[in-house]
């Protein structure tokens, strides 16, 4: 029997987390041929989710250089692309939300006629500079997309909005919620002798993942400034920080950070303790845009210390809250949920926007149908 020939391209270790469940799933599947290219836009965060989620690329970039630019790592996913989709000649190439790699792909299958489709479509923020410069890649990817596969009913909405024949969207739910599910674990241990040592039953513990290029600079010592001060305030609260790589967020955070002793800087994790540790914590604190999806599920409330975000149902089902990156206003809101019970069981019951954890098995149905295979 003849299969569809599907192929995933993704670079960083977000987008694997979310394409990992999608790929294994297919992988199952006697209908699909399934080929996966990765460019390494991230090189050693994108290998440890490669290993746990036992998916073995047929093809590798390897672009990741030190000190990349947006330009660099634009141009070397295209010019690596093109001759991997004419020697494959894929049937349909997916891709996935908002990096770089998710537009220089969508534009090189779009470049050879080949279809798009976009997994985690329709999220927007309403600002092309915030965050920068995903808002754009995920524009300008829906633009090149055949399929577009919407978490929710709002990116469905935003979709339709911009255009897109109702037709070409299919309503999943979120992969995130598939993977994080699989990593889970009730008894889970970590191999981090500090996170080993922290007393989650009897401490309020505060995850905190702080990265985004539009919070470097002053925007961030606002967040490191803040954090500092919900320490000092609240004897029973403690903070894990597992801190990006980048030397401009490295530096400023040992900067301010390290001489707390309720601040634990730790090394960036594999995404199995991450998921794990998410489980344990009392709340989460970040700007990152996953975490908004995966925390819910989990029934833990996020603060976002960002202006705005393209997740605004999980602003509405309660179980985000945007606060800013004002020193004084990340502080009171999290001394709100800290000190006040009612309202942090308020966000931490509401339901998860994003789904079941089906959204893998959803995405290549849809597939199937649409190439009636």
Not at 126 to 149: A, D, Q, V, W
Request: glycine share 6%.
């Amino acid at each position: 029997m003849k299969q569809l020939k599907v192929m995933t391209i993704f670079g960083t270790r977000p987008e694997a987390i979310k394409m990992a469940p999608l790929i294994n799933k297919m992988h199952e599947s006697d209908r699909i041929e399934s080929i996966v290219c990765v460019t390494a836009q991230h090189r050693e965060m994108l290998d440890s989710v490669l290993n746990l989620f036992g998916i073995c690329p047929d093809y590798d970039l390897n672009i990741m250089k030190h000190g990349q630019t947006i330009v660099d790592i634009s141009s070397r996913v295209i010019r690596g692309l093109e001759n991997v989709l004419k020697e494959e000649k894929p049937d349909i190439v997916l891709v996935h939300g908002d990096t770089t790699t998710t537009f220089m792909g969508a534009l090189s299958a779009f470049y050879q006629k080949i279809d798009v489709g976009h997994v985690e479509a329709g999220l927007r923020s309403g600002n092309i500079y915030s965050p920068h410069p995903e808002e754009m890649n995920r524009k300008l990817t829906s633009s090149l997309s055949s399929m577009h596969f919407a978490p929710t009913i709002g990116n469905y909405n935003n979709l339709v909005k911009e255009g897109v024949s109702k037709d070409k969207i299919f309503v999943t739910g979120n992969t995130v919620i598939d993977a994080l599910l699989q990593a889970v674990e009730k008894d889970y241990v970590f191999e981090n002798p500090i996170l080993n040592g922290i007393d989650y039953v009897n401490k309020k513990i505060i995850v905190m993942t702080v990265h985004r290029r539009e919070n470097w600079g002053q925007p961030m010592e606002n967040i490191f400034n803040a954090v500092n001060e919900i320490v000092k305030c609240n004897e029973d609260v403690e903070i894990i920080y597992p801190v990006h790589l980048n030397p401009r967020i490295k530096d400023l955070a040992h900067r301010i950070l390290s001489n707390n002793k309720k601040i634990h800087l730790i090394e960036p994790l594999d995404y199995k303790p991450f998921a794990n540790l998410l489980n344990k914590a009392y709340l989460i604190l970040t700007d990152s845009g996953g975490i908004q999806e995966e925390a819910p599920a989990l029934k833990k409330p996020i603060l976002v210390v960002r202006e705005e975000t393209e997740r605004p149902e999980a602003v509405e089902a309660g179980t985000v809250k945007v606060v800013g990156v004002k020193t004084q206003d990340i502080i009171n809101e999290t001394q709100l949920l800290i000190s006040d019970e009612n309202r942090y069981k308020q966000m931490a019951r509401a339901i998860n926007p994003y789904g079941d954890g089906t959204a893998s098995e959803k995405t290549i149905e849809a597939i199937l149908n649409y190439y009636k295979y």
